[in-house]
């Protein structure tokens, strides 16, 4: 049997690297310091949460995947992890704690989709009203479809690497709704 443990989560600013610069800037003008200052305790408190019932649930991490969104195939995949763990990222400190117990990190997503999005975020940011961090813009079919061709190469991804046997932890945002197309031998549960 393979399983799936579906962890939804909120990105943080260090998450987000340089997709954030202006973020927290536009959050404070459209909603205000104290938002903002409540978004981040929000988003702490979440992570906290995340990381107890992970560490609580009985695995084998000899035989745990650790996919992320916004992760690319790349061969540098814990290069990427570690900096950003590094940059405050509590997403990526769990997954390096995870990895230290024996988990392996996948590189999840292709790369190339990675940047399409990038751009687009970054041009939509530019010239709309702020939003909070790891909500992206999602009005328009370009978006829309760019998600959906993501959710499509993740839920591959991991049909071709989760092993018999297996158990793999997909950190996933809001925007995406790869649920429906993860392989029907793949058990899913939610974490939360």
Not at 44 to 55: A, C, G
């Amino acid at each position: 049997m393979r399983r799936l443990i579906h962890v939804p989560i909120i990105h943080s600013l260090a998450d987000l690297g340089s997709a954030a610069e202006g973020l927290e800037e536009q959050f404070k003008i459209s909603r205000g310091s104290r938002s903002w200052e409540e978004h981040l305790q929000e988003v702490e408190q979440r992570w906290d949460v995340i990381r107890q019932k992970l560490l609580a649930l009985p695995l084998d991490y000899s035989r745990v995947r650790l996919y992320q969104d916004g992760l690319p195939e790349c061969g540098r995949e814990l290069e990427i992890v570690r900096d950003l763990a590094d940059r405050g990222s509590q997403n990526c400190r769990l997954l390096c704690e995870l990895h230290l117990k024996g988990a392996q990190i996948m590189g999840t997503e292709d790369g190339e989709l990675l940047v399409d999005e990038y751009n687009r975020i970054r041009r939509r940011l530019a010239h709309s009203p702020a939003a909070a961090p790891g909500q992206t813009p999602t009005a328009d079919s370009f978006y829309d479809e760019l998600v959906a061709r993501r959710d499509a190469h993740i839920a591959k991804r991991i049909d071709s690497t989760l092993g018999a046997g297996e158990t793999g932890i997909l950190f996933l945002g809001a925007a995406h709704r790869i649920l429906s197309l993860v392989a029907s031998n793949i058990v899913v549960t939610p974490l939360l």
